[in-house]
């Protein structure tokens, strides 16, 4: 059974960080591109970052150098590394692993004072 379990989301103020962490069981991680994408209210939902296999990545325009994805193949784990966080992160935040198209449950992300 393939799963991916987001964690690390929460409350934090503009200009704030936070640590998002995606661990993956029943898929082959370290031959999957994984992904983060985020879903804000009333909106659809959007590519953050993505790293390949290969451990290149890309961002979206709006998180570009604010933003850094990674991974850690032996511990089947994908991160987000979210700096300098604005209002206008507030969503959803979904891990994808792109061969076979799974999807975690999400983790919510608030950014407010």
């Known amino acids: 059974q393939v799963q991916l379990v987001e964690s690390g989301g929460g409350l934090v103020q503009p200009g704030g960080s936070l640590r998002l962490s995606c661990v993956a069981s029943g898929i082959v991680f370290s031959a999957n591109d994984m992904g983060w994408y985020r879903q804000a209210p009333g909106k659809e939902r959007e590519l953050v970052a993505a790293?390949?296999?290969?451990?290149?990545?890309n961002y979206a325009d709006s998180v570009k150098g604010r933003f850094t994805i990674s991974r850690d193949n032996a511990k089947k784990t994908a991160y987000l590394q979210m700096n300098s966080l604005k209002p206008e992160d507030t969503a959803v935040y979904y891990c994808n692993a792109k061969w076979g198209d799974y999807w975690g449950q999400g983790t919510q992300v608030t950014v407010s004072s």
């Open positions: 790293i390949t296999k290969g451990g290149v990545r």
